[in-house]
């Protein structure tokens, strides 16, 4: 059975740090790109950064970028979203999803990721 399960969030102040995991089981989780994206109360889902299989290939959205790092270890079949300098725009339910596409594909449009977690909640607040 397919599954991806987030874990990692919770609540911090800003310009704090959190990292967030994505333990991937059920495939070959490296044939897969895997993303991670947010939704806000009221807010689209939006994505927020991905990794190829190749993970060499990596993508960010303009608003994360210099603040979030994205890496994966093959051996624990998870991959990881480092979060620092956190605001409270930031503050939303987090989902890694999974996309079985090339070995360099990244893309941050929810509608091309075909299985997803549960989410995790972040919020930013003093």
Do not use: H
């Not at 490296?30 to 109360?41: C, L, M, V």
């Not at 790092?69 to 300098?85: G, H, P, W």
């Not at 090339?102 to 919020?123: E, F, I």
């Amino acid at each position: 059975q397919l599954q991806l399960v987030e874990s990692g969030g919770g609540l911090v102040q800003p310009g704090g740090s959190l990292r967030l995991s994505c333990a991937i089981s059920g495939f070959t989780y490296n044939t897969y790109t895997i993303g991670w994206f947010r939704q806000a109360p009221g807010k689209e889902r939006e994505g927020v950064s991905c990794i190829a299989s190749s993970g060499g290939f990596t993508s960010y959205a303009g608003s994360v970028k210099g603040r979030f790092t994205i890496s994966k270890d093959n051996a624990k079949n998870t991959v990881y979203l480092q979060m620092n300098s956190l605001k409270p725009e930031d503050t939303a339910v987090y989902y890694c999803a999974a996309a079985l596409r090339g070995n360099y594909y990244t893309s941050l449009t929810s509608t091309n990721y075909n299985y997803w977690g549960q989410g995790t909640q972040v919020t930013v607040s003093s």
